[in-house]
């Protein structure tokens, strides 16, 4: 892994927490925007499981959020990157997909 990771970069891996770590202006640049948010101020249940959220009808709040953006040029190069990413966890033995077993779940 180390060594996929000097030839490759752009990344480190969390061996404990199973995590991998994508830095800021690695392979993407990550920008805070600033903006303007309702208030959420509880929720609804509904029928069938569903649940509305409710908006305060104030004055929005000031909040962050963080965005990347990826030139589409670059979207073949990106994707062959974790795609080798994914062939080098598979060969040191971890698995890469979480298969779910299909539950019947009545509604």
Do not use: H
């Not at 000097?6 to 800021?24: Q, T, W």
């Not at 966890?89 to 539950?103: H, Q």
Request: glycine share 4%; proline share 4%; charged share 30%.
């Amino acid at each position: 892994m180390e060594n996929w990771t000097k030839n490759n970069g752009a990344c480190c891996f969390d061996y404990k927490n199973k995590d991998i770590v994508l830095p800021d202006e690695g392979l993407f640049l990550i920008e805070k925007k600033k903006y303007m948010a309702r208030k959420i101020v509880g929720y609804k249940k509904l029928p069938k499981g569903i649940v509305e959220i409710l908006f305060s009808k104030k004055k929005p709040i000031p909040s962050e959020k963080y965005e990347t953006t990826i030139w589409m040029q670059e979207l073949d190069e990106t994707i062959n990157y974790f795609k080798s990413m994914k062939r080098m966890l598979n060969k040191v033995g971890i698995k890469t997909n979480i298969l779910i077993k299909n539950k019947n779940i009545n509604n």
